[in-house]
């Protein structure tokens, strides 16, 4: 069953697990702007700021350093995956994925409305669980939808980082329960490919970080000292379970610019 007190929390608050403050402190302290006109809204997701702030504000000082011009939503609602859709995902409880995607459009939606009000013409979605269900509302704007990673190949040229390090783009399992649309996982690829210097071993992302054996499968293949991902959801789980240093994508090239 649908946790309907989850989702009226969503609706008075914009995240499902309390009332935001510690999110907004969390990003009003490394100084995001919100609410200003912007060719890009960046949507962060619900818990990235609190769980890792450190990612939060080197993806910030990189989108500075390019000049991007973007802002975050007054009011971020929740796309409501963490609540309602991987429950009902886990529970394989059809009926519930499927109101799980009308509540999901519900809140993307109340999200397109304010990125036209502030005339942004782009979409960026940091949160990987908000990616499938974003994916599904595409068709309902002219916003243009995309990944940061997208953003970030797009802006950056490239530079120099003379280091070698495993990449783990995420086996997306859950993903295809909610959407039937294509992962375009290239940009990150392309990221890392403009690092002179950079050497990576790229882990089999057919391979699931959250189903144990599979993990050990990886975790036996990881050659080097750091692993870097591009999704927000496996970054904690190999930090979890893996014996190295895990860094999220925006953290390569940032280090390559101060380099």
Not at 153 to 176: E, I, K, M, N, P
Not at 200 to 210: E, K
């Amino acid at each position: 069953m649908i946790n309907e007190k989850l989702v009226e929390n969503i609706r008075q608050f914009g995240t499902f697990r309390d009332d935001g403050s510690g999110k907004r402190r969390v990003l009003d302290d490394i100084g995001y702007p919100v609410g200003k006109r912007a060719d890009c809204v960046i949507i962060m997701g619900c818990v990235q700021p609190e769980s890792m702030p450190h990612v939060i504000r080197d993806f910030k000082i990189l989108l500075d350093h390019l000049g991007v011009s973007y802002t975050l939503l007054p009011k971020e609602y929740c796309c409501g995956w963490l609540a309602i859709g991987q429950p009902a995902v886990m529970a394989k409880n059809e009926e519930d994925i499927a109101g799980y995607r009308e509540i999901s459009r519900e809140f993307i939606g109340e999200n397109f409305k304010q990125a036209k009000e502030l005339g942004a013409k782009s979409v960026v979605l940091f949160c990987a669980a908000c990616e499938p269900s974003y994916t599904n509302c595409a068709g309902s704007t002219d916003l243009e939808i995309i990944s940061y990673s997208e953003l970030l190949d797009r802006h950056w040229q490239g530079g120099r980082l003379a280091t070698t390090v495993d990449y783990y783009a995420g086996c997306y399992r859950f993903r295809r329960r909610i959407t039937t649309e294509p992962v375009d996982i290239e940009p990150a690829v392309r990221l890392l490919g403009k690092v002179d210097g950079l050497e990576v071993n790229h882990l089999d992302s057919t391979r699931c970080c959250y189903i144990p054996p599979h993990m050990e499968e990886l975790a036996g293949t990881v050659a080097n000292d750091t692993v870097v991902t591009v999704c927000t959801g496996c970054y904690h789980n190999l930090r979890k379970n893996l014996d190295c240093q895990v860094k999220m994508l925006p953290e390569v090239p940032l280090e390559a610019v101060r380099t």
